[in-house]
């Protein structure tokens, strides 16, 4: 079991995600669990298909998150791959946010990525709880909960561990994967990271 030098704690090595989810059914789930967060006259739709303003979670494979990651062109992308099961997520989350409101949306897009999909419990057992933490956070981001299980996803991405934030540039290609360092929380490189692309900086 793979032990982040950090002391972070590793990711649940589960058995393979086998359960097929009913898209209807989650839908169900997702429209009467969110809690709307709108403003009045605020209805332009995001990237990922949700209303700006709204906190909402959005079931994907990895093919649609590639894809998500694509309609961002011209745009930072900043992905925080995390999961109420890490409490160091957690504790770090509130950057994603505040870094949400920061930047321009035309330019720096803020994306949450869910692991809470461990192929251990059906998908729509773990909804709730990620929902409930993003509400909390008032995360009104593109938030995006794994269909595969965080095995396949972490081996895809090629990450060891979480939490890890990834930042794209303007042409979708990846930048970085920022890890915490020496306990300091990665969004000390990624403001960073962002601050140079934004400056022009290659």
Not at 95 to 113: N, R
Request: hydrophobic residues 40%; charged residues 15%.
């Amino acid at each position: 079991m793979f032990v982040h030098p950090d002391g972070f704690r590793p990711i649940p090595r589960g058995p393979a995600f086998a359960a097929v989810v009913s898209f209807a059914v989650l839908g169900i789930l997702l429209g009467g669990g969110c809690s709307a967060e709108s403003t009045s006259g605020e209805n332009t739709q995001a990237a990922g298909g949700r209303q700006a303003g709204q906190v909402d979670l959005q079931p994907m494979n990895l093919a649609g998150y590639h894809a998500l990651i694509a309609r961002q062109r011209g745009k930072v992308v900043v992905v925080d791959v995390w999961a109420t099961y890490c409490p160091p997520c957690m504790r770090d989350f509130h950057h994603l946010v505040e870094l949400h409101h920061q930047y321009d949306p035309q330019k720096v897009a803020c994306i949450s990525l869910s692991l809470d999909n461990e192929g251990l419990a059906p998908l729509d057992q773990v909804v709730p709880r990620v929902l409930r933490f993003l509400n909390q956070q008032r995360a009104t981001i593109d938030n995006v909960i794994m269909l595969e299980d965080s095995d396949r996803v972490l081996r895809a991405l090629q990450l060891a561990s979480i939490p890890t934030v990834l930042v794209y540039g303007k042409q979708g290609q990846l930048l970085e994967t920022v890890t915490p360092h020496h306990g300091e929380s990665p969004y000390a490189r990624v403001d960073q990271i962002v601050a140079a692309q934004l400056a022009g900086a290659r």
